[in-house]
């Protein structure tokens, strides 16, 4: 059984699939392991240290695949840059397959077993393999840090023989695993930090944390939650009166986040150029949605821009951004997946397409696009 893992190709992608920790894993498990030449270097992981875990260093990507059984990856690659490997290989990583169907069919007809790690399901068997999180985690913790370089004014109260400094308002929306990380973060820098969430069961993770939690808070907002703890649709008349909530507490701000990204669809955009210009100079906002359109009127992709004296900060994957950490984290998450679909003791792939795992993740197999949510895509055509 060989592994591979590639160099990532995309922009601004330093993150790797392995690391030398997981390496020795594999190899524990009884697989060959090839690692591209730099893969990684982004990550500050010297082609050395994956040759002293136990793996073969490989001169190029065509060299690395060959007649590899899994590979594995950050970003989705290219069916083409896979030619060599094993028909039947399994594909593993982020996927991103929502708008690139196109991608994943020419992966199905090339003849490889793609597996989406953002689709694990979160259960308690899975939490080890949750990519999402462990990336998510990261993401909240560094759009603090990004967002900390470019105010130019200290987070923490002061108290100084010259006066007081007064200490940064943060208001982070969305408490997810991503909100949640960047209120502990800002909190930790000092700042008086504030979070919204339309889900109820929210506010007492936010004020657990020490954050003040802002929302209107009556009988709808109550009600407001599923019994699978998702998020009902609310009126129209509460989608007002919270959206002025927001806009009058977002004017006195120096700090906001945004987190409110769903997979597959367009960002909701939470802060309008109305908003952005209620703000005191020299404030900033990071929109960690991005990617998707962004929740922030005017935010751009890999840019900081400056209107009007406040800075909207777009960085692309975040995670990214401490690529060394990410890595490490990603890394494992692979791992634990995929030490799920070897026999340890035959040393070889078994992959069980009943497994709820493999079910909820596995977007191609033996030449179809098999996910529910994409199937009846045949690869052949």
Do not use: C, W
Not at 40 to 56: C, F, M
Not at 134 to 156: C, M
Not at 284 to 307: F, S
């Amino acid at each position: 059984m060989k592994i591979a893992i590639l160099r990532e190709t995309a922009a601004n992608e330093a993150r790797v699939a392995a690391t030398p920790e997981t390496v020795q894993k594999y190899i524990g498990l009884g697989a060959k392991v090839s690692v591209e030449k730099g893969a990684g270097d982004g990550s500050k992981i010297p082609d050395a240290d994956y040759k002293a875990a136990g793996a073969t260093v490989s001169a190029s990507a065509s060299a690395a695949v060959k007649g590899a059984d899994v590979v594995l990856t950050v970003r989705r690659p290219d069916a083409k840059a896979l030619a060599g490997a094993k028909k039947g290989a399994l594909v593993i990583g982020q996927m991103d397959p929502y708008g690139n169907e196109k991608d994943i069919k020419a992966l199905a007809k090339a003849g490889f077993d793609a597996f989406a790690m953002e689709f694990m399901p979160r259960i308690t068997r899975a939490q080890v393999m949750d990519v999402l999180s462990s990336q998510a985690n990261l993401a909240g913790y560094q759009a603090v840090i990004e967002a900390a370089t470019a105010f130019d004014r200290a987070f923490p109260m002061m108290m100084t023989a010259a006066g007081t400094v007064r200490p940064a308002k943060a208001f982070v929306m969305g408490a997810g695993v991503a909100g949640l990380q960047a209120i502990a973060t800002a909190k930790r820098l000092g700042a008086v930090v504030s979070a919204t969430d339309v889900r109820p069961a929210a506010k007492e993770q936010v004020e657990s944390l020490g954050s003040k939690f802002v929302a209107v808070e009556d009988e709808e907002f109550k009600q407001a939650e599923t019994a699978g703890g998702y998020a009902k649709e609310m009126s129209k008349e509460y989608q007002a009166k919270q959206a002025e909530l927001v806009a009058a507490h977002i004017a006195k701000q120096d700090v906001v986040i945004t987190t409110a990204l769903i997979p597959g669809r367009p960002a909701p955009r939470l802060i309008t150029k109305k908003m952005v210009e209620s703000m005191a100079p020299g404030s900033v906002l990071v929109d960690l949605a991005v990617e998707r359109g962004g929740n922030v009127e005017g935010a751009k992709a890999n840019e900081i821009v400056d209107h009007k004296g406040v800075k909207i900060i777009g960085f692309e994957n975040m995670a990214g951004r401490i690529a060394t950490t990410a890595s490490s984290l990603y890394a494992k998450n692979l791992a634990s997946f995929l030490e799920t679909l070897i026999d340890k003791e035959a040393k070889n792939l078994a992959v069980d397409p009943e497994d709820e795992l493999v079910a909820a993740t596995q977007l191609t197999r033996d030449g179809e696009v098999v996910h529910p949510a994409f199937a009846g895509e045949k690869g052949a055509k």
